[in-house]
């Protein structure tokens, strides 16, 4: 099987300080954290950033310090988010793009979440993968619900996504697909044969649905943008300790990791 990426979700736009103490804010803060996945063996950091009161933003000026940071001092891919967080308008999502990341993550539909609505209407959609052509930014395709993975294959039609896809299925969401094996073979079906697939599980979620992702030969997202626990009442004292259980998994099943260097090629990210 493939080497296996992992990604880490440091941040978020929904956890806070009060849920746990080990959650960076900063773009300092931020850095720090890339830098300690980095060295427990991840290979892509998806980022967000928080404003001075912690809260959620996609501030140009803000990513642009973080990915300064991280760029300096670790050789991690760096995916921004252009999913924010649910009710902020398009432009403010789309930022981070312009700062032509090597990533960005692009959901291809809307769906509840929790209480809210993350709401990703087509056009919108349509823009941000236009951004992501121009910037040369590679999309990786967020699958909350079933039918945005058609939509997805939609843009490859319109010449707005290419092959090969590179999907992250997104499971158990309140609102969204809920997180069971059969649902993640279900949507598997569904994608080219030429994609890469990557899978997150929300809260108690995350470790199965990971250890799915590694036995099946797809790739993994942890972090606290998922899940702020380590085990049942336990708080994961920090993103690294996720990524170095992730890493002893894989040995186990024989999945050596990727570096970023063999996470590029894996996903066709040319060298700049
Ligand atoms: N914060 C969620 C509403 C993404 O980063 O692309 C959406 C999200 C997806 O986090
Ligand atoms: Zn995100």
Known sequence: MEKLIITVALVGAEVTRQQTPFLPLTPREIADEARKVREAG?????????????????AKALFAEAISYIQAETDLIIQVSTGGATGMSAEERVQPVTLAPEMASLSTGS??????VFSNPLPMVREFARACQLHHVKPEVEVFEVGMIQNALNLVKQGLLQDPLHFNFVLGVPGGIPATAKNLLFLLDLIPSSSTWTVSGIGRHQLSMNTHGILLGGHVRTGFEDNIYYRKGVLSEGNAPLVTRLVALAEIFDRPVATPLEARKLLGILPR
Request: hydrophobic share 35%; charged share 15%; net charge negative.
């Open 42 to 58: 991840a290979s892509i950091v998806h980022l967000h950033m928080r404003d001075q009161f912690g809260n959620p933003s996609q």
């Open 111 to 116: 769906v509840n979440f929790g209480d809210d």
